[in-house]
Nanobody
Framework: QVQLVESGGGLVQPGGSLRLSCAASGIMFRIYTMGWYRQAPGKQREVVAVITAGGNTNYADSVKGRVTISRDNAKNTVYLQMNSLKPEDTAVYYC?????????WGQGTQVTVSS
C-alpha cells in the first residue's frame, strides 16, 4: 500500500519559515520524481517545486529564492524548506510521487501565513 504522509504545516507569521516533510512508503522512492503542490481556497492546484530522481530541481516563479526542495533517499522522505513566507503562500500543500505512468498524492498539510 502506497502512502505519502505530509507533516510540518501550521500557522506562521509573514516572513517566517516552515519545513514540510513527506514520508513515503510502499514505493521505490529513489526512482520517483517527487514534488510539492499547493491549492489555495477557490484556486487550482499548482506546482511549487519538484526534484527528480537524479536530484535536479525546478521551482515555480512565485517561490524561487524562498523555497528549497530536497530529498533523502535513505529515509524515503522529501522536504520543502520555505522561508520569507507571505500571506499568498497560504494553502494546503500536497506531496506528489510521479513515475510518469503512475503517480500518488498525500493527504495534504495546511500552511497558513497570517499575522
Amino acid at each position: 500500500q502506497v502512502q505519502l504522509v505530509e507533516s510540518g504545516g501550521g500557522l506562521v507569521q509573514p516572513g517566517g519559515s516552515l519545513r514540510l516533510s513527506c514520508a513515503a512508503s510502499g514505493i521505490m522512492f529513489r526512482i520517483y520524481t517527487m514534488g510539492w503542490y499547493r491549492q489555495a481556497p477557490g484556486k487550482q492546484r499548482e506546482v511549487v517545486a519538484v526534484i527528480t530522481a537524479g536530484g535536479n530541481t525546478n521551482y515555480a516563479d512565485s517561490v524561487k529564492g524562498r523555497v528549497t526542495i530536497s530529498r533523502d533517499n535513505a529515509k524515503n522522505t522529501v522536504y520543502l524548506q520555505m522561508n520569507s513566507l507571505k500571506p499568498e503562500d497560504t494553502a494546503v500543500y500536497y506531496c506528489n510521487a510521479d513515475l510518469m505512468v503512475k503517480q500518488y498524492w498525500g493527504q495534504g498539510t495546511q500552511v497558513t501565513v497570517s499575522s
